[in-house]
């Protein structure tokens, strides 16, 4: 099995809003990633986990906050959003160290109104 | 910094025709290289990677890839296309995080169109 899932398939907030977009991974991986994408647009790295400790966090604004509760699961709490925050959020994981190529999830559409 | 180049924003090929995609990549070391595909609204399927050993190398669908070091290219090929490759493809370049995976930085993705 090498699916990554994640909920919601869209989601649709106010910038007063509190939510949390989920990513679960069933293949043993230990290293999980956000990736943000706009439209037209590669996807840009957010955060790593490995081990489910943050070992990367590409300077991303404090109105995301990730969170990795376990081996399997990655969350990543949204709050106080902007506008231009709308975009698609991939999740993906992989194998942590060398020579293991990344898993994506089909992504959460995220509108901020 | 690692950096990824796929000069290509659109290619329009017609159903059975050949096609090929362009990536060049910048990496000080040995580049850990990855192809993927991303239909409309979806997530990103990986079609091939290439780390060591043979240059060319064979990915789902038909694709295969040939790895350059002298022209740092990771070039992407299918001798022909079926209507259900119209996606758009993106190259990438993998930077090791030590204990942690690697790193993707990603090319700016090449759409592909597919004429019947």
């Known amino acids: 099995d090498t699916e990554v899932t994640q909920t919601p398939k869209h989601l649709v907030m106010g910038m007063t809003n509190k939510k949390s977009l989920k990513c679960e991974q069933h293949?043993?991986?230990?290293?999980m990633y956000w990736y943000k994408q706009k439209a037209k647009k590669p996807p840009e790295l957010m955060f790593v986990?490995?081990?489910?400790?943050?070992?990367i966090n590409e300077s991303v604004p404090s109105r995301f906050s990730p969170e990795c509760p376990n081996s399997s699961l990655l969350n990543l709490h949204l709050h106080a959003l902007q506008p231009e925050d709308s975009a698609l959020y991939l999740c993906?994981?992989?194998?942590?160290?060398?020579?293991?190529?990344?898993?994506f999830g089909p992504g959460t559409r995220l509108t901020v109104t | 910094a690692q950096s990824v180049t796929q000069p290509d924003i659109h290619i329009t090929v017609s159903e059975g025709a050949s096609l090929e995609l362009r990536c060049n990549y910048s990496?000080?070391?040995?580049?850990?290289l990855f192809w993927y595909v991303q239909s409309p609204g979806q997530g990103l399927q990986l079609l091939l990677k290439?780390?060591?050993?043979?240059?060319l190398v064979q990915g789902i669908k038909g694709f295969e890839a040939e790895f350059k070091r002298s022209q740092s290219s990771f070039n992407l090929r299918k001798p022909s296309v079926h209507w259900s490759d119209a996606a758009e493809y993106f190259c990438?370049?993998?930077?090791?995080?030590?204990?942690?995976?690697?790193?993707?930085?990603f090319g700016g993705g090449t759409r592909v169109l597919v004429k019947p």
């Open positions: 290439y780390f060591s050993g043979d240059t």
């Open positions: 986990y490995s081990y489910e400790k943050l070992s």
């Open positions: 990438a370049v993998g930077a090791i995080i030590e204990a942690a995976g690697n790193k993707l930085t």
């Open positions: 990496y000080g070391a040995t580049p850990y």
């Open positions: 993906a994981s992989s194998h942590p160290g060398r020579n293991y190529e990344q898993y």
């Open positions: 293949m043993g991986h230990r290293a």
